[in-house]
């Protein structure tokens, strides 16, 4: 198991960037894939960005996939989504997850592959 605390949201206006983080505890961070996800109000929690293991692999909902940028850093344990050129549908809880896996080169894109998930940052951008 992994705890996960997410930061970094906020109010911005549509045009913004921000810059979330997700921080993980524990000395096996390195073996988890890890995404992000998102839940406007009223709406399904939604596939944002995923990264593998390695770092290498990554890939995104078409929605975000010009404007946002995953990374993660396993020595620091964090992985990292920025965010730019927000629009106000970008508006929602952003959650940080992570799935143990053995393979370095996958990611995940379904909230039934993760089994540790964060509290969540909420996200605001105004028109």
């Known amino acids: 198991q992994v705890q996960l605390v997410e930061s970094g949201g906020g109010l911005v206006q549509a045009g913004d960037s921000l810059r979330l983080s997700c921080a993980a505890s524990?000395?096996?961070?390195?073996?988890?894939?890890v995404g992000w996800f998102r839940q406007a109000p009223g709406k399904e929690r939604e596939f944002v960005a995923a990264?593998?293991?390695?770092?290498?692999?990554?890939y995104y909902t078409g929605s975000v996939k010009d404007r946002f940028t995953i990374s993660r850093d396993n020595a620091k344990n964090t992985v990292e989504l920025q965010m730019r050129s927000l629009k106000p549908e970008d508006t929602a809880v952003y959650y940080c997850?992570?799935?143990?896996?053995?393979?370095?080169?996958?990611?995940?894109?379904?909230?039934?592959?993760?089994?540790?998930w964060g509290q969540g940052t909420e996200v605001t951008v105004s028109s």
């Open positions: 997850a992570a799935h143990s896996t053995v393979s370095t080169g996958r990611y995940y894109s379904g909230t039934e592959y993760y089994e540790n």
């Open positions: 990264i593998s293991r390695s770092g290498v692999y990554r």
């Open positions: 524990g000395r096996t961070f390195s073996t988890y894939a």
